[in-house]
């Protein structure tokens, strides 16, 4: 067989088939590169390369001046992809086939870092024949094939973008055994809007291993000690997925209750959120400001990372949503 020494065909594209396009800058959002070639000999012959040794010896290079992807500047790549390889704004797209089949068609994957200065790229390739030939595509080259990306930041929801819908599952019920004592509970459900998708999601922080965040917010009041005055607003996050036989004095021990047992349903796209009333109660200490606990964060089809929390209000105000954007 010939020495390979050259090549007839070397180009890039992205695999939308486009030479343009947006990532996230988050370090998870990734574009596949294709690289285009066709290895020859001395005569320009086709000479066939096996794909490992393709693969070895073809890297992503900075188009401008040939440099290596290393990182350094908060652009990276590799051969293989993540869950989050779609683009924004994009319509759905399949891998570019070349129906020559002396071209052979190498894929790497191109992210971004949310650190990086330099928001816009430009990509080519560099080969090493097996000869020892170094062959670039930069902007002194004759061949000018090139993919350009630009890194763009994620946006934060909108207080709109965070209502949820609210349904009462019962209300101003009285403690089986202090008849004085009323209990209220109503499931609200956020859907992630904008078209995004929840791909993953995790806890803010270790959650005792539940698989619910139990008794995660906290606003409660008292007047001067007294009893009938104190109530308390609490409740778990649901991520999506189906939870039977839960029950209020897990959360916010409210033992002796009429209705104790409750399910939530979370759709996949979904949070829900319970929020609960307890009224009267001698156990209702004087916690007022506490609104933290077990955060839930959430991660979009992008990469893209927030921080939810549902802030439980107050006795007579409405609960809401907050979300931030974790780096």
């Not at 005792?208 to 005055?229: F, L, M, V």
């Not at 649901?238 to 002796?256: E, H, R």
């Not at 409750?262 to 209702?284: A, C, H, M, P």
């Amino acid at each position: 067989m010939s020495d390979w020494t050259g090549v007839s065909t070397f180009n890039v594209i992205l695999e939308t088939g486009l030479d343009n396009c947006n990532i996230y800058a988050n370090g998870l959002n990734m574009i596949g590169v294709i690289i285009n070639i066709t290895p020859t000999d001395d005569e320009g012959n086709f000479v066939d390369i096996d794909d490992v040794t393709l693969n070895d010896n073809i890297k992503i290079v900075d188009y401008i001046d040939g440099s290596d992807i290393d990182g350094s500047d908060g652009w990276f790549y590799t051969g293989n992809p993540n869950e989050y390889n779609t683009i924004p704004n994009s319509q759905s797209y399949s891998l570019l086939k070349s129906e020559n089949s002396q071209i052979t068609q190498i894929k790497r994957y191109v992210s971004c870092s949310n650190t990086s200065r330099l928001r816009t790229k430009s990509f080519s390739a560099k080969v090493t024949t097996t000869s020892g030939k170094v062959i670039s595509i930069t902007q002194n080259s004759i061949n000018s094939s090139r993919v350009v990306i630009n890194a763009i930041d994620a946006t934060n929801f909108t207080d709109d973008e965070l209502r949820t819908t609210k349904e009462t599952r019962f209300e101003n019920q009285s403690y089986t055994s202090h008849k004085s004592s009323t209990n209220s509970l109503y499931v609200h459900t956020w859907t992630i809007p904008r078209s995004l998708k929840l791909q993953n999601w995790r806890w803010e922080d270790y959650n005792n291993g539940w698989t619910w965040a139990q008794s995660c917010y906290y606003k409660t009041g008292a007047d001067g000690g007294s009893e009938s005055t104190r109530w308390l607003a609490a409740g778990s996050i649901f991520p999506p997925g189906n939870y039977d036989g839960l029950w209020l004095d897990n959360d916010i021990a409210l033992s002796g209750m009429a209705h104790k047992s409750y399910n939530v349903d979370t759709g996949i796209n979904q949070l829900s959120f319970t929020r609960i009333i307890g009224k009267g109660f001698s156990w209702v200490y004087n916690i007022s400001g506490l609104d933290r606990g077990h955060a839930v964060i959430i991660i979009d089809q992008y990469g893209n990372k927030y921080r939810i929390l549902f802030h439980a209000g107050y006795e007579n105000s409405d609960p809401y949503l907050s979300s931030s954007i974790v780096y």
